[in-house]
């Protein structure tokens, strides 16, 4: 599991996870998370494309995440593959409800930045 970010102008930042998003590597990334969604950004994008696997502690991180990113008048947007058992999990959990999710970058980038 690895968590890498960039930043993009002033307003927006990108954060992508690869790897399974469940019990052994999930403290880890949700601290690491939880970092970097702090940052002064307007919007922010958590790719999570390359991500094999979501269980619900992966969830609790997405949102405990996009409530921090909101608190401070931010949006947060998901980036999943259409049809993948990532989106499956999002959608079966309602967070697709709370959370924008897309299936490429230039449109969670739009949607976080709007």
């Known amino acids: 599991m690895s968590i890498n970010y960039e930043d993009i102008g002033d307003n927006l930042r990108r954060i992508v996870i690869t790897g399974r998003l469940d019990m052994p590597g999930t403290d880890s990334v949700a601290s690491k998370l939880g970092e970097l969604v702090a940052a002064p950004k ?36 998901l980036v999943v593959d259409g049809g993948s058992s990532v989106l499956m999990s999002l959608e079966a959990t309602g967070v697709d409800q709370l959370i924008p999710v897309f299936g490429n ?8 930045v709007a």
């Open 105 to 112: 970058t230039a449109d969670a980038e739009r949607a976080a």
């Open 42 to 77: 307007k919007g922010v994008v958590v790719d999570l494309s390359s991500v094999q696997f979501l269980a619900s502690i992966g969830i609790r991180a997405l949102i405990t995440s996009a409530k921090a990113v909101q608190q401070r008048g931010g949006k947060m947007a």
